[in-house]
């Protein structure tokens, strides 16, 4: 806007694709509706780095890798998780919660547009798309994440509100809810002072009882472990 009129400012890109394959032209004088044909002067190539947008999701107990592709990954590429709510580039975004993952968390060196987040156990939300998960560059702070990639989709099942009951004598079932939950789910009944994931679980023993047992139903969210009729109450 000012002599020596060398300066132009296309803003921050936050959306796009990425390339090395644009090419920027020069006009002296075209206005601002002038015809695209005034641009005759090929200045050179522009390279526009980042990731293609892509949504991700991970599911519970599981590693969660986020993996990108896109032009000029490099190592100081960082992704971030938040809820729903709140925006990429937002000064203080809600941080979406999961035990066991590291967010924000930095690409791996040797391989740029990998992250590996971590094995999440719990949520702060609930599974479901109920986050977005933004990237940066290299990021000194929460606003630098300003792309948006997409929804970010936690797939397992709901923590129960409350303690499964089951009675001696009484048959024992229950169902979960949850996302995408799959045929191939299985639950264990463990002593209460076990930690889940441990290397070594007590596996709780009924007479009458499946334990582990695989998940049942058209939703595979259901779970009919028999009719215990011996064994330690607790």
Request: hydrophobic content about 35%; overall charge negative.
């Amino acid at each position: 806007n000012s002599a020596p009129y060398d300066t132009y400012n296309l803003n921050t890109p936050i959306a796009g694709l990425p390339s090395p394959n644009y090419k920027v032209c020069w006009a002296h004088a075209p206005g601002i509706v002038g015809g695209k044909e005034l641009y005759r002067v090929p200045l050179g190539l522009l390279t526009v780095n980042g990731p293609n947008q892509v949504s991700q999701e991970c599911t519970l107990g599981l590693d969660c890798v986020i993996t990108l592709s896109g032009t000029g990954l490099v190592a100081t590429n960082q992704v971030f998780i938040i809820d729903d709510g709140s925006s990429c580039g937002d000064a203080s975004p809600t941080l979406a919660a999961f035990s066991g993952v590291t967010n924000p968390q930095q690409t791996e060196v040797a391989s740029p547009g990998t992250f590996s987040m971590g094995i999440p156990r719990t949520t702060s939300a609930g599974p479901g798309v109920n986050y977005k998960v933004c990237w940066a560059h290299n990021p000194s702070s929460s606003a630098d994440f300003k792309v948006l990639l997409g929804t970010f989709k936690m797939n397992g099942p709901e923590r129960e509100g409350e303690d499964i009951t089951c009675t001696m004598g009484l048959s024992c079932s229950f169902l979960l809810t949850g996302v995408n939950l799959v045929s191939t789910n299985r639950i264990m009944v463990t002593k209460l002072t076990d930690t889940c994931g441990q290397a070594v679980l007590n596996v709780v023993s009924f007479t009458g009882v499946t334990n582990p047992l695989l998940a049942t139903g058209p939703g595979a969210n259901g779970f009919d472990l028999g009719v215990p009729t011996f064994g330690m109450p607790g």
